[in-house]
C-alpha cells in the first residue's frame, strides 16, 4: 500500500458553499487523495457561530472560532466567508504562511485580487478562485491555461443567475419584474441585498476579474461600467421577444480602440442588452450562467451550466484542492497571474456598439424626417425603422422602433438628448444596446 503525505485543509465558513465543502470532502477525500498522491484532511472549519445551523451534518469535532491558529496548521486554506473583512485578513495571513489559497469571493478578488495575486507570487504560493466567477462552470481555469496561448477577443457573460432568472421569468411567463423578482427571492437565487443583483455589482464584480484574467491586465472594479436591469420592463421584454431578440443581462469585456483617440485597450461593462434569439446565449434559462468567448485562434467557445448553488459551487472548489494539492505533491511556487500586459482601461464613451430605439412620436407628415435628421446630424446610422400607427384620440400617435448601425457611446447619447429636446417626439421609451450580432 503506497504510504501517502498528509495534506491539512482548513475550511473557512460553512454556509450553502462550505457546508457542501467539507461534506464532499469528507465523503470523497480518500478517492481525491488519490488522484493527487496525497492524504486531504480536512482538519477544521472556522466559523462565526458555533450553534448556527447547517446544511449538511458535519462532525462537530471540526468546528472551531479560531480561525487564525485554524490557518496556520494549513496547507491549503479554503475561503467561504465572502465580503472584504475578515476574509482578507483570513488570506493574507494563509499566503503568508506559505499555505495556497482557495477562494469563491468575489467582492475581494475585485477589489484586492492585485495586492494578494502579489503576496501569493512573493511566497510562491497559489490562489485559486474557480468557484468566484459562473458558480460550478469552468472558466477561471480555461482562461488561465487553456487559453493561455491565444488572444482572447471579447466575452459576453451571462454571470448572475438571479437576474437571468428574472428577465427569463419576464420573457417566458409575462411576469412583471417585481413579481419574478420575488419569485427569485422565493426560491432563495438572489443575494440577500437584491441590489447586488439587480442593480449589477454582482456582475460587475466578476467582470472584473474576467477581464483582467481574459486580457492579463488589471481592470478595476471602478473601471466597469455598469447598469441594472431595475428599468426593464415587461413591455419592452415582450417588444424584444416579438422583434427577435431577448433581453439579458450581460457582462461584456472586449480589446477596442477609441474611435476619437486611437488608443487601444480594454473595457469591461455590465448592462441589460438585446441578444439575437438566434443567438446560443439566448438559450440560457432560468438561473443559468454562461459564458460566451471569442479568441482570435480558438474562435467562438461558450461555457454553461449551474451559476450558484451550494452542492454545484463546492464542485468548483474542491477541482481547485485537487490543483493545489498536486502543486504541493510536485513542489515548486505556483503559476504567478498574468497580469503583466498593462492595457490602458478604456471608459464606456469609446465602446462602439448597435442600438434600438423606441420612441412615442406624433404620427403627422414630415416626423419620420425630423427623427431621421437627428441621427444624421450626430453622425449615427440608421439601419431599419419599423412604425406601430395607434390611433390616440385627435392626435394619433406612432411608436417607431429604429435599430442603428454600429455608433459610439457618445453620438448615441447626443442622439437619444436631441430626440428628448424635439417637440415631435412625445417620449423616448427604451434605448437598448444590441450585443452577439
Ligand atoms: N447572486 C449570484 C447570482 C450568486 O445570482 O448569480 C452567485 O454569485
Known sequence: MIEYRNLRIALLGAGSVGAQVASLLIEHGTELGERVGAGLELVGIAVRDLKAARTADLPEHLFTTDAESLILGADIVIELIGGI????????LALNSGADVITAN???????????????EQVGAQLYYEAAVGGAIPIIRPLRDSLAGDRVRRILGIVNGTTNYILDRMDVEGDTLEEALAEAQRLGYAESDPAADVEGYD???KAAILASLAFHTTVPLDSVYREGILAITSEQVAAARRSGFVVKLLAICERLTDPVTGVEGVSARVHPALVPDTHPLAAVHGANNAVFLEAEAAGSLMFYGAGAGGVQTASAVLGDVVSAA??????????AESTRADIPILPISSVSTRYRITLEVADKPGVLARVATLFSEHGVSVEAVRQDARPDGASPTATLVIGTHEATESALAATVAALGATDVVSAVSSVLRVEGL
Open 326 to 335: 498536486r502543486r504541493h505533491v510536485i513542489g515548486g511556487p505556483g503559476v
Open 106 to 120: 468575489k467582492a475581494l478578488l475585485a477589489t484586492h485580487g492585485p495586492e494578494l495575486f502579489e503576496i501569493a
Open 85 to 92: 473583512e475578515p476574509a482578507r485578513t483570513y488570506l493574507e
Open 203 to 205: 456582475a460587475a464584480q
